[in-house]
């Protein structure tokens, strides 16, 4: 039985499992204690199940729990690790290095950091999506003190050579930090085998709660400390001030361990699931897959279908929740930074669709999925000019266009 | 964000959709847009001898409610003259369509596009052309 709209924005967000949901509920009712209240077994409870949630992410991680720092969300882990490591690092230089096709949560950090004095390096991206590593050693200079590389992109699912950029972050003794939130539970993510010194992530992208995140600091080789951007009670070892989010904490936890249990499962299936749903849409003319398909979370697919619009098209397959690279809506309308850094043209950027497929998405809901696009575009085609001029050889750049 | 019937009523059953030759002299053709913007609008209208629109057809490349002013468009050419033709106001659009701000640009891309039209047929059949609005897109 399908039940629709089928939801396919895995990347946006995912619904919490039930096992999750299930580990939470007594932290709302009656084990609702203060984590840091200390003279009571209100408190002893609460801070019991916070440390069990450490040790169940550090698990998935492979790092020590007094290395997570809870916090709101991964937003909130890219903002803490970048402006902490730039005002706690401020006597060794002010120059990070980050790319292009990065979050807006740390995009927008680094424009905050060069608002306030510092010099942030942007790497482009090949065609693939991935940065170029020597270009990235090249751009290391005495004053960088941090590379923020994201692990897999939320829009293509590109995961970026990590080791390779922490092997080249660690011989200059600059710090790597990177935001990992599409690929901590989805992916084996290993920070003492990556070589990662700070790394943002969420609960939401992993079946588990939203407003809660972590962001992991290492404590040894080297030992990393971030200045805290809220100040208050002094909680997680004096880098994020705020009352724990108790439930969040033993739903992240629940969550993490749970990918650690289910990973290999989970990914062999989706994997043959996205490539069958990949195979199939490739079948429809003039489609492409965006970014590298080598090099890519298991549970993505971006697909461009050319001269038809990424926004009516996505009003075509409404039986399917999925995310456009087009911004129609925007004043802008300008269409995904990201798409534009692989170097897309607009006109393809405009005609994409993001796939994002979860633990709980079926065979079923794929072949639904296949044929729903398949006849979206099919009618989007029939009636686009721009099809039509495809279809009778007239080549769309020969054409002025009105000025926009 | 969510669409208003009317523009889900035109998406679904997108009111003349097509193309008409031309090639032929009383038919009027405007293409405004551009692939870039991520909306293009294809307008023909087909003129008779009294200057009353016959027929008329789109093709659009572009959000719904990009395909919805088109589609409406087409709907009230059809039986107007050339010149109450022109007299078809974006904001008409904007109203009838239930149109919210940010796609307000689709209106005035129809608006372009029936102006573009009919600039086509008169310089084809010895008119003046008329002086079109700087397109707004």
Redesign the interface.
């Known amino acids: 039985m399908l039940t629709f709209p089928i939801y396919l924005d895995n990347n946006a967000t995912t619904p919490m499992d039930p096992r999750v949901l299930e580990a939470m509920m007594p932290y709302f009712t009656s084990k609702f204690g203060n984590a840091a209240s200390r003279n009571h077994a209100f408190g002893w409870h609460a801070e019991e199940a916070v440390d069990y949630a450490r040790e169940q992410i550090a698990a998935l991680i492979n790092c020590s729990p007094k290395e997570i720092i809870f916090t709101s969300g991964a937003t909130e882990s890219d903002n803490l690790a970048i402006k902490g490591v730039f005002e706690m690092y401020a006597s060794k230089g002010n120059h990070i290095i980050t790319a292009t096709t990065e979050h807006k949560a740390v995009l927008d950090t680094c424009k905050h950091i060069e608002k306030i004095g510092g010099k942030v390096t942007y790497l482009p991206v090949n065609a693939e999506g991935l940065i170029d590593l020597k270009q990235l050693e090249e751009s290391i200079t005495d004053k960088t003190i941090l590379i923020s590389i994201m692990y897999g992109n939320n829009e293509v699912g590109v995961i970026q050579p990590i080791r390779e950029i922490s092997a080249i972050a660690k011989k200059h003794g600059v710090l790597f930090f990177t935001d990992a939130t599409q690929a901590v539970g989805k992916i084996p993510v290993d920070v003492e085998a990556d070589g990662i010194d700070l790394m943002a992530f969420s609960g939401h992208k992993m079946y588990g709660p939203k407003g809660i995140g972590a962001l992991y600091v290492r404590r040894k080789n080297p030992r990393v400390k971030v200045t805290a951007q809220m100040d208050g009670g002094g909680h997680e070892r004096g880098m994020r001030s705020g009352t724990l989010n108790v439930t969040g904490i033993v739903g992240l936890g629940k969550a993490c361990e749970i990918c650690k249990q289910d990973m290999a499962a989970d990914t062999a299936r989706l994997s043959a699931m996205r490539d069958r749903l990949e195979r199939e849409l490739l079948t429809i003319e003039e489609s492409y897959v965006n970014g590298s398909r080598e090099h890519r979370l298991p549970h993505v697919s971006n697909i461009s279908f050319k001269?038809?619009?990424?926004?009516?098209l996505m009003?075509?397959v409404k039986d399917i929740a999925v995310s456009s690279g087009?911004a129609?809506?925007?004043?802008s309308?300008e269409?995904s930074y990201v798409l534009k850094a692989l170097g897309l043209?607009?006109?393809l950027a405009?005609s994409s669709l993001r796939f994002g497929l979860s633990r709980f998405t079926t065979e079923e809901e794929i072949d639904f999925a296949i044929n729903h696009v398949k006849e979206a575009v099919a009618k989007l085609r029939?009636?686009?000019?721009?099809?039509?001029m495809f279809k009778e050889g007239i080549d769309?750049n020969s054409?002025e266009?009105?000025?926009? | 964000m969510a669409y208003s019937d009317k523009v889900i009523d035109h998406y679904n059953n997108p009111r003349n959709v097509g193309t008409l030759d031309k090639a032929k002299n009383n038919v009027g053709t405007g293409l405004v847009g551009a692939p870039e913007c991520g909306d293009v609008m294809r307008l023909q209208i087909e003129v008779d001898e009294n200057q009353i629109i016959t027929d008329a057809k789109f093709k659009t490349f572009g959000c719904g409610s990009a395909i919805a002013s088109s589609s409406l468009a087409t709907e009230w050419l059809k039986g107007k003259s050339v010149d109450e033709a022109l007299s078809i106001d974006n904001m008409d659009i904007v109203e009838e369509l239930a149109l919210p701000p940010v796609k307000i640009h689709c209106s005035v891309l129809a608006e372009d596009a029936i102006k573009s039209a009919i600039n086509d047929y008169r310089v084809k059949n010895g008119l003046p052309a008329l002086e079109m609005p700087k397109s707004h897109h």
């Open positions: 001269y038809v619009e990424g926004e009516g009003m075509g087009s129609c809506t925007s004043a309308l269409p043209s607009d006109d405009h029939e009636m686009s000019p721009l099809w039509e769309l054409i266009w009105a000025e926009h």
